[in-house]
Structure formats: structure tokens, C-alpha cells
């Protein structure tokens, strides 16, 4: 029997897309692959040279994993140290920055305070290990993104690359998480490519997993977060199918009103590499 080709969602290119079914909110109507609009930096390390940018919108900043790296790691930059964690932790405290639940914080509207979400991509133990006392120390808010069919278990997705696999927080240690004040979303069943799927494959990622961990958890999972930010028009309508009120990427840039809730940027944390250093000590005039 001919084997009958599977159409892939693989355009990422195409900016400026409208929803086939817009939401009923018109502002959401509009769906823009994110684009950097950071003078900046593309990674978050300190508060310093983000201070005045972070208060002209909405900053998120994404986690993967906190505290040491163990040996033969090939993505450094996805480990936060437990020092680290705290340092940037204190310095959004000291500068007035609060962390509301995610339904009060969007859409992104102007706020009389500074404003941050802090996001996990994944549900790694050692994110919750390591940053649920420092976020109960500084009294911050954070959401993880949970892989739905591979709580429990490890990072199954990063084997093909050779990376080492991390235990995954299980059913209690995220009732933990959500005890503590912390909230959940959904980062598909299985963390695959979905630009790279079938048109029914990719639906059954977003919308079981969102289904399974309602049924798991009974809280009510209506954020969103791509794996690898990997986006397009059809996906992104799948997303607004299956309910989500939005949807998180892994492109760098502050959310303003205008920008879509299906795209929202974030910036990746990590500690400062010899090139980010340098980058942050050029002339000011340079980073324009």
C-alpha cells in the first residue's frame, strides 16, 4: 500500500499572520513571529543594563534548570546557579518589581508598578529544589511549563543531542509547586518540534496535554509555552483552538499592548559568558 505523505507545518517565516478564528478581544487579532527589540542583549543576566528597558512593558524571563551543572552538560547556559538565581532575584525586589499571577499580569496593560513574570520551561527537580525557597524568600510568583506525558520521568527530548538527563518533578512535587502559590502551563505531551508535525499530531500535543493536566492537577491550564519557540500561523491557531489565552516563545524582547499574547518574548537567564561581559562594558553609544 503507497504511503500517503503527512503535510508538516514547517513555514516559520511568514510575519504580519491573522487569525483564522480571532479571539474576541480585537487587540489579539494580530499574530507577529516575535522580532528582537532589545538594545541590549538577547540573555538576561543582571538587572543593570535592563532597568530602563523593563519598565517601558512587560519582561519575562525563562528558566530551565537551577543549581550546579553536573558533569558532561552540553547546554550550559540552561543552568542558573542557586547563587545566581538569588542575586537577580533580589535585585527585581529592590527594584519594586512584583510578580502577579499570570490571568491579573495579561494581557499586558500599563502598570502602576514594574512588572515581571518569571517563567520554567520543562518541570526539571532541581527548579523546584533549588528556586521554591528563594522565590518564598523574596516573595515571587513563577509558572512551570510541564511536558504533560513526561512527568516523573526525564528529558527524553535532549537524548538525540547527547545532553544528560535530569529526573523531572512527579505528581507530588508539582502539588508542591502549586501549594506553594506557583502556577502551571502546558508545554505539550511529548516536547516536540510542532512546526514539524502533522496537522493532527500537533493538535493532540497542545490540546491532550492541556486536558491531562486539568484532569491531573484540577487547576485551569490557559498558558501556553512552544517548545524550542518553534511557532508558526497553524500552530499558532491550534493554540487558540484549544482554549489557551496565551502563548510563550523563546524569542528576547519586552511585551507591550500591542504585541500579540500568542508570541509573548521572554529573555533567557543564564549566567554572563567572556562575550556578554564585553558586550555589556561597550560604550553605551554602541548599543543603540
Not at 505528581?171 to 516536547?191: F, K, P, V, Y
Not at 500552530?235 to 509573548?264: C, H, M, Q, W
Amino acid at each position: 500500500m503507497r504511503r500517503e505523505e503527512v503535510p508538516k507545518f514547517n513555514d516559520r517565516k511568514t510575519c504580519n499572520l491573522q487569525l483564522a478564528t480571532p479571539p474576541s478581544n480585537s487587540q489579539l487579532s494580530t499574530f507577529s513571529l516575535p522580532r528582537y527589540n532589545n538594545p541590549v542583549s538577547t540573555y538576561y543576566h543582571s538587572l543593570a543594563p535592563f532597568r530602563e528597558l523593563f519598565r517601558t512593558g512587560m519582561p519575562v524571563l525563562m528558566y530551565h534548570k537551577l543549581g550546579p551543572r553536573p558533569r558532561g552538560v552540553r547546554l550550559k547556559g540552561l543552568y542558573v546557579a542557586e547563587k545566581l538565581f538569588a542575586r537577580q532575584l533580589a535585585e527585581l525586589r529592590d527594584a519594586g518589581f512584583v510578580t502577579p499571577p499570570l490571568d491579573q499580569a495579561l494581557p499586558v496593560t500599563k502598570r502602576s508598578a514594574p512588572t515581571v513574570l518569571l517563567t520554567f520551561d520543562d518541570g526539571f527537580v532541581n527548579a523546584l529544589r533549588y528556586g521554591l525557597p528563594l522565590l518564598d524568600e523574596f516573595k515571587f510568583r513563577a509558572v512551570q511549563f510541564l511536558v504533560a506525558d513526561r512527568i516523573g520521568g526525564i528529558n527524553e527530548w535532549d537524548r538525540p543531542k547527547g545532553e544528560v538527563m535530569e529526573p523531572l518533578m512527579d505528581d507530588a512535587q508539582i502539588r508542591d509547586w502549586l501549594a506553594a502559590g506557583h502556577e502551571i502551563g502546558s508545554h505539550t505531551c511529548t516536547h516536540p518540534f510542532l512546526t514539524q508535525l502533522s496537522p493532527a499530531q500537533a493538535r493532540e500535543e497542545i490540546t491532550a496535554s492541556r486536558k491531562k493536566l486539568e484532569d491531573k492537577f484540577g487547576r485551569p491550564v490557559e498558558h501556553f509555552c512552544y517548545p524550542y519557540g518553534d511557532c508558526n500561523e497553524a500552530v499558532r491557531d491550534l493554540i487558540v483552538a484549544a482554549g489557551y489565552k496565551t502563548a510563550f516563545t523563546t524569542e528576547a524582547g519586552v511585551n507591550t499592548p500591542a504585541d500579540s499574547p500568542f508570541a509573548l518574548k521572554r529573555y533567557m537567564a543564564r549566567y554572563p559568558s567572556r562575550n556578554l561581559k564585553s558586550f555589556w562594558t561597550q560604550p553605551r553609544a554602541r548599543m543603540r
